[in-house]
């Protein structure tokens, strides 16, 4: 009886570490690098750092979900598609 019931709570306490794991678990998207400057999506937001790494800096913060950003071709600015209230459309701000 014991041992059914050490069995049991380590069954719970696996699939429960396995429920938080999937909560927190989000991916890098989308990348793009123009220079030495690298453009993501993360959580459906648009972030950028160094190709060298460091602190990433959000670039957006709207409700909706911003991906697949790209580099113009001069690397001032970055275009990417994001969804607001239902429409895909395609924006544009400095890099």
Do not use: C, W
């Not at 990348?31 to 800096?57: C, E, K, M, W």
């Not at 994001?82 to 895909?88: A, E, H, K």
Request: glycine share 10%; no cysteine.
């Amino acid at each position: 009886m014991k041992k059914i019931f050490t069995l049991i709570t380590l069954f719970f306490v696996v699939a429960s570490m396995q429920l938080t794991a999937q909560e927190e678990a989000r991916l890098l998207r989308f990348p793009t690098v123009s220079g030495n400057q690298l453009v993501f999506s993360y959580a459906g937001d648009l972030y950028t750092t160094g190709i060298d790494g460091g602190i990433a800096r959000k670039l957006t913060s709207h409700n909706g979900y911003e991906m697949f950003p790209k580099f113009s071709p001069d690397g001032t600015e970055i275009a990417f598609t994001g969804q607001y209230d239902g429409n895909t459309e395609v924006f544009k701000v400095p890099a």
